[in-house]
């Protein structure tokens, strides 16, 4: 019997699942796609009956059943960090609250912050409060919501979810747990109790594993219900898109992964947590290592609707940009259109598109999305380290298109490489099982380079537009606030 794994990754709009040979052979793929809710303005949700479990039954049922039923290993990521509360039968309570697109609990991380010490917070958990923290959405939970936070025995993540019902086992990994800020002891690996007490009093919480560590097998029912043998080992898995950096061998210190996805998001791997008060720092997924992390609101989310608001002919609208100069013939935006994760933590920014004439159209507004996202990737890239790496391996979606590429690499002075594989999170999770069952070396790589993307010509040009691009958010904060205000009012009552 050959030795096959099956890594799943529960994304924000889609899931994946991959099953590939134990030395990184991909024996077959599945994609389903799931609905994301916004009951209200700043506020992203799953289902996760439908969104998560469900869709891991599809997927499984999309992929050869002969192979689901010789793999020997599994592993599951998903977004993250993300709140699901259950009861003590992995019942869902209500809809899960999604990563730092979900700005509910604004008021919250501000009350948190300073009542702890915004510096006592980012010295031991590697990170300022922000949109992206988990504790603040479970006080907001129990402020909010008492009945359901009575009422919780267990709290999941999307990948937690899923191990759950497939193993009966509660578990949380190390990486996951230290985006739960303020509760996790980023250097001592563990959970502060102190504060676990002074932020949620109360809060049950979940033993510890790393990405990669086994934590119980397919038990009968699930395999009953998923066409998994019973007594598959199944591994703790962590957010996808650590999984992603998995998955183009993102794993040495140094090395940057860029991932174009729904929201575009970095990670900067390291042997020693840099502390920065305008990014995060985590544990990564190996015991010994530790990543910077930085991550916009938008990516891929922000090309898509550009798409539809400008015509829907992506094709035509890629083509046209490509024609154009840097700036877009004298246009310039801020990618804010869900506010702005890293490095101004701001869920009342919004996006602008400065300089438009009747002369612009679709195509000019379209370039200057895209290299809107580019300047946003610079400035965190300033952020992530103090020598900011020349290099970095790209994955995800976006990939797919070589202007989102080669407009990043040429604003931010970045040469790019694109695996030959870009599957993404899932085909990383695959590796970690494989890692876990003792079928694969730890630490190894399946990557190979396909392509690659060295800056251009227009470094000059670029230079003096980011330096506009920075100016942009300070001059329209206070307005673009205003607005934002605006729209929650109106939100509200509707």
């Not at 504790?135 to 267990?154: H, N």
């Not at 090395?255 to 305008?278: C, D, E, K, N």
């Not at 980011?466 to 606030?481: C, G, K, V």
Request: glycine share 10%; proline share 7%; hydrophobic share 45%.
């Amino acid at each position: 019997m050959t030795d096959l794994v099956l890594g799943i990754d529960i994304g924000t709009a889609s899931s994946k699942a991959t099953i590939a040979t134990a030395d990184g052979d991909v024996r077959a793929v599945a994609a389903v796609e799931h609905p994301v809710s916004s009951p209200r303005p700043g506020w992203y949700e799953h289902d996760p009956e439908t969104a998560w479990w469900s869709g891991v039954l599809r997927l499984l049922r999309e992929l050869p059943s002969n192979d689901v039923r010789e793999v020997a290993a599994l592993g599951v990521s998903g977004i993250g960090p993300c709140l699901l509360p259950c009861d003590a039968n992995d019942r869902a309570l209500r809809p899960a609250i999604l990563y730092g697109i979900d700005t509910r609990a604004t008021s919250e991380v501000g009350e948190i912050a300073a009542r702890l010490g915004k510096d006592a917070i980012l010295e031991r958990c590697g990170s300022r409060l922000s949109s992206q923290s988990l504790g603040p959405k479970l006080a907001w939970l129990r402020a909010r919501e008492p009945q359901v936070f009575e009422a919780m025995r267990r709290w999941h993540m999307a990948s937690s979810f899923v191990v759950a019902r497939l193993t009966g086992e509660w578990v949380l990994d190390h990486h996951s747990a230290s985006q739960c800020d303020p509760l996790y002891e980023l250097e001592a690996c563990s959970w502060i109790d102190e504060w676990v007490d002074s932020v949620v009093p109360g809060l049950p919480l979940p033993p510890l594993r790393w990405p990669s560590e086994v934590v119980g097998t397919v038990t009968p029912p699930a395999a009953s219900t998923t066409g998994l043998r019973a007594g598959v080992p199944v591994v703790a898995g962590t957010v996808d898109a650590w999984a992603e950096a998995v998955s183009a061998g993102v794993r040495k210190p140094g090395s940057l992964m860029l991932q174009y996805g729904s929201t575009l998001f970095l990670i900067l791997q390291g042997a020693v947590p840099h502390r920065h008060p305008s990014t995060w720092t985590t544990r990564s997924v190996d015991p010994d290592a530790f990543s910077a992390a930085a991550g916009l609101a938008t990516g891929g989310l922000l090309v898509d609707w550009a798409v539809r608001l400008l015509g829907g002919d992506r094709d035509a609208l890629t083509s046209g940009a490509a024609t154009l100069p840097p700036g877009a013939n004298g246009l310039l935006a801020l990618p804010y259109f869900a506010g702005e994760r890293t490095p101004i933590f701001d869920p009342s920014a919004r996006g602008v598109i400065a300089g438009l004439t009747l002369r612009h159209g679709p195509e000019h507004v379209f370039r200057a999305l895209l290299e809107a996202t580019a300047y946003a990737v610079r400035h965190n890239l300033e952020a992530l380290a103090d020598e900011p790496p020349g290099a970095g391996v790209a994955v995800g979606g976006g990939t797919a298109s070589s202007l989102w590429l080669q407009i990043v690499s040429d604003a931010t002075g970045l040469t790019q490489t694109v695996p030959t594989i870009t599957i993404g999170a899932s085909y990383g999770m695959a590796l970690l099982a494989a890692e876990g069952a003792g079928l694969a070396e730890a630490g190894i790589s399946w990557a190979r380079p396909a392509a690659t993307y060295c800056p251009a010509q227009n470094a000059t040009a670029y230079e003096e537009l980011f330096e506009a691009y920075m100016q942009l958010y300070p001059t329209t904060r206070s307005i673009q606030h205003r607005l934002a205000n605006r729209q929650l009012d109106e939100g509200s009552t509707r």
